[in-house]
């Protein structure tokens, strides 16, 4: 169980590290940010929605029949042109995905508080009460209290930003179990 604990840990600080950058980016230019992540993924989408088309042209006449890449090809490519043309829309959005990111570590890191208290191991309310904090967190970002993206923005960052942390502060403190 300590190995899993570990290796999970390792896995966190490296994503924390990532989220936490990521995090900086959103507080400093936050409407900027998120309309660059909304484009790139319209046309990440676009592209794999062509991508799916000349596959279902390219493939064998007997596959064609059953395949159903033709409507992915073109479901893609709508998805991706409304992300681009509606990227505040995708934001709030995003902003909820950011919320509902930090319940969920937070939730994880709950569940392995919980474990290591049927382990004995006396480091478990620490991980409790970081877990609960980072989980009225990510519920603020959810009820969105101050109504614009770009605030919203500025204050999953600085969420974000400080539950990473703590999360980066737990995956090193459990590393020394």
């Not at 570990?6 to 998120?34: D, N, W």
């Not at 508080?113 to 309310?125: E, H, P």
């Not at 101050?146 to 500025?154: D, L, Y």
Request: aromatic share 10%; net charge positive.
């Amino acid at each position: 169980m300590e190995d899993y604990i570990k290796r999970y840990s390792k896995y966190t600080v490296l994503l924390s590290l990532l989220l936490i950058i990521m995090s900086i980016f959103l507080i400093a230019k936050p409407e900027e940010f998120l309309n660059t992540i909304m484009i790139f993924i319209g046309i990440l989408l676009i592209v794999s929605g062509i991508i799916q088309i000349i596959s279902y042209f390219s493939s064998p006449k007997e596959l064609k029949a059953f395949s159903l890449k033709l409507l992915i090809g073109f479901i893609s490519i709508i998805i991706g042109i409304i992300v681009i043309v509606n990227t505040s829309l995708i934001n709030t959005i995003l902003t909820g995905i950011i919320g509902a990111w930090i319940i969920i570590q937070s939730i994880i890191k709950l569940q392995i508080a919980i474990n290591l208290k049927d382990m004995a191991n006396n480091n478990w309310k620490a991980i409790v009460i970081l877990s609960i904090l980072t989980l009225i967190l990510g519920i603020v970002i959810i009820f969105n209290p101050f109504g614009a993206v770009i605030a919203i923005g500025r204050i999953s960052g600085i969420v974000l930003l400080v539950s990473e942390c703590i999360n980066l502060f737990e995956s090193i403190f459990m590393l020394r179990l």
